[in-house]
């Protein structure tokens, strides 16, 4: 079963959108020629940026099945981006049947995708939200009609807290999401950093920017302050390619410089 909730379904491809970007990166066709003009620029300042996008996507994969074979059954996964299988539902109703997923993104054209292709398990159910981050308070809302709040939930935030700027407070917006998620509850992050590179990804970070998004990297502790009050799992706060390559799945090269985490709400 699934349903879609749409608020403005206007795609502006008068400038680049981060979830076309993304969705470019990944070799995907659902993106238009400001999106591919913008990924090429940051291809580049970065050439291993695709690299990076599928080590993202595989690093998805590695820790949602964890959580699902922990008995996690629901999942709210907040800028989810343009479908590209296998989708974080498809990972864990394989595990747990009965799982159910809230999706969460700000572009139209993902809704347009969400409704055509995030189809559930008969046992499970499967939804999409069409909100922004940055406004916390909607998408927990919404999500309330599929998921059980007295029971755990898995959040994940997944390469997108690097297009929320400090202005916006991330921090702030972390917390939101957490504080009404019962004890149980796991928090799955991502983020990019300039740490290895700083004037690369200073570059980088300015060709979102002039298109709209308020990109903006991180270092290792900042992208650890996220994870505050909050149990991590081993092995702790570690570039992607060092996260639990042992479950099998790809990882990519310790060269991406890509943070990650998974901790536990006690």
């Known amino acids: 079963m699934t349903d879609a909730r749409s608020g403005a379904d206007h795609i502006d491809t008068s400038k680049p959108h981060s979830a076309r970007m993304y969705d470019y990166f990944l070799g ?50 907040i800028g989810t981006g343009i479908p590209t299988e296998p989708n974080l539902h498809q990972i864990v109703q394989g595990i747990v049947p009965d799982a159910r997923v809230v999706y969460a993104d700000n572009d139209p054209i993902v809704l347009r ?5 995030l189809h ?15 406004e916390p308070g909607k998408i927990l809302a919404a999500a309330r009609e599929t998921l059980d709040f007295s029971r755990p939930i898995a959040l994940s935030l997944v390469a997108l807290l690097h297009l929320v700027a400090d202005e916006d407070e991330p ?3 972390v917390r939101e999401l957490l504080e009404p998620l019962a004890p149980g509850s796991y928090l799955t992050l991502s983020h990019a950093t ?9 570059r980088v970070v300015e060709v979102y920017r002039r298109g709209g998004t308020p990109a903006q990297v ?49």
């Open 28 to 77: 995907g066709k659902d993106n238009y020629p400001v999106d591919s003009e913008a990924a090429e620029q940051v291809v580049s300042l970065f050439p291993a940026v695709r690299e990076m996008a599928r080590t993202n996507r595989w690093f998805m994969h590695r820790a949602s099945r964890l959580l699902a074979k922990r008995g996690v059954r629901q999942f709210l996964d």
């Open 194 to 202: 300039g740490d290895f590179d700083p004037e690369t990804w200073a």
């Open 218 to 266: 991180r270092s290792r502790g900042e992208f650890s302050a996220f994870f505050t009050g909050l149990e991590l799992e081993d092995p702790g706060v570690v570039l992607a390619a060092l996260w639990h390559p042992e479950l099998g799945e790809r990882h990519g090269g310790e060269e991406i410089p890509l943070y990650v985490g998974v901790a536990r709400k006690s």
């Open 120 to 134: 559930s398990t008969r046992e499970g159910k499967t939804a999409y939200v069409q909100g922004d981050v940055r």
């Open 113 to 117: 995708h969400a409704e055509a292709l």
């Open 171 to 173: 921090g702030r917006i």
